[in-house]
């Protein structure tokens, strides 16, 4: 999918000429909320604990073109540098103390889109309300032992476009992204620690949920050529 959202962004300029249409490159900042891995606890617990995604700003960028006075072609890659919550004793606390104090990179959770999508403007032009939807991939990186994936996504979003000038907007956002990540390997963490349970293997196995759903509201400068 990467591959197809690079051709596209070369092609863009060719688009753009072919359909008298404006490019508008929007660098976008925003708050990102959602999604969870699930925690098997066999070494201090004995629980099963679905641990969030804190709720973390995010970054990024959306590449357009107008295929007709309503209708963009858009490009998107938008990350999020978050974490897990640790409010549940599992990565450090007692009596689960096997991560040192202070020790918080194994909470590490980075979440990246890459979507070609399109963007429908309410009225025929570049400013005022607009809904998007998109599709693409999801790369996910855990600093925990679950392993780095990439996952098909897609995303469903509303906002508007405040205009400045001719050349430039103020764009608003709110969009939903859905994940899945089902049937995905998990990873087991072994422990030799003397406050494990009585009987358990002593053990933490890491899975991810069937799907990852987060919500984002993020604003942006637009640039129109």
Same mark, same amino acid.
């Given at each position: 999918?990467?591959?197809?959202?690079?051709?596209?962004?070369?092609?863009?300029?060719?688009?753009?000429?072919?359909?008298?249409?404006?490019?508008?490159?929007?660098?976008?900042?925003? %708050?990102?909320?959602?999604?969870?891995? /699930?925690?098997?606890?066999?070494?201090?617990?004995?629980?099963?604990?679905?641990?969030?995604?804190?709720?973390?700003? =995010?970054?990024?960028?959306?590449?357009?073109?107008?295929?007709?006075?309503?209708?963009?072609?858009? /490009?998107?890659?938008?990350?999020?540098?978050?974490?897990?919550?640790?409010?549940?004793?599992?990565?450090?606390?007692? +009596?689960?103390?096997?991560?040192?104090? %202070? =020790?918080?990179?194994?909470?590490?959770?980075?979440?990246?889109?890459?979507?070609?999508?399109?963007? !429908?403007?309410?009225? +025929?032009?570049?400013?005022? !309300?607009?809904?998007?939807?998109?599709?693409?991939?999801?790369?996910?990186? +855990?600093?925990?032992?679950?392993?780095?994936?990439?996952?098909?996504?897609?995303?469903?979003?509303?906002?508007?476009?405040?205009?400045?000038?001719?050349?430039?907007?103020?764009?608003?956002?709110?969009?939903?992204?859905?994940?899945?990540?089902?049937?995905?390997?998990?990873?087991?963490?072994?422990?030799?620690?003397?406050?494990?349970?009585?009987?358990?293997?002593?053990?933490?196995?890491?899975?991810?949920?069937?799907?990852?759903?987060?919500?984002?509201?993020?604003?942006?400068?637009? /640039?129109?050529?």
């Amino acid at each position: 999918m990467r591959r197809l959202i690079v051709a596209t962004v070369l092609l863009l300029p060719s688009l753009a000429v072919a359909q008298q249409g404006a490019v508008e490159i929007t660098p976008m900042v925003g %708050l990102r909320r959602g999604g969870e891995i /699930i925690v098997e606890d066999r070494a201090f617990q004995n629980r099963n604990v679905n641990v969030d995604l804190a709720t973390e700003g =995010s970054f990024g960028v959306r590449l357009g073109v107008g295929l007709s006075s309503r209708l963009q072609l858009e /490009i998107m890659a938008d990350r999020q540098n978050g974490r897990m919550k640790d409010n549940k004793g599992l990565f450090g606390e007692q +009596p689960g103390g096997f991560v040192p104090i %202070l =020790s918080t990179e194994i909470l590490d959770f980075k979440v990246t889109y890459y979507h070609l999508g399109v963007l !429908w403007h309410f009225k +025929p032009a570049p400013n005022g !309300w607009y809904v998007v939807i998109s599709a693409g991939d999801t790369q996910i990186e +855990p600093k925990s032992p679950l392993q780095s994936v990439d996952r098909f996504s897609a995303s469903l979003g509303a906002g508007v476009k405040v205009e400045l000038d001719e050349h430039s907007s103020l764009r608003f956002e709110a969009r939903y992204f859905r994940t899945n990540t089902g049937n995905l390997p998990g990873a087991v963490q072994q422990f030799d620690h003397r406050d494990c349970y009585q009987g358990g293997p002593c053990t933490y196995t890491y899975r991810y949920s069937d799907t990852l759903e987060q919500g984002q509201l993020s604003v942006g400068y637009v /640039i129109r050529f």
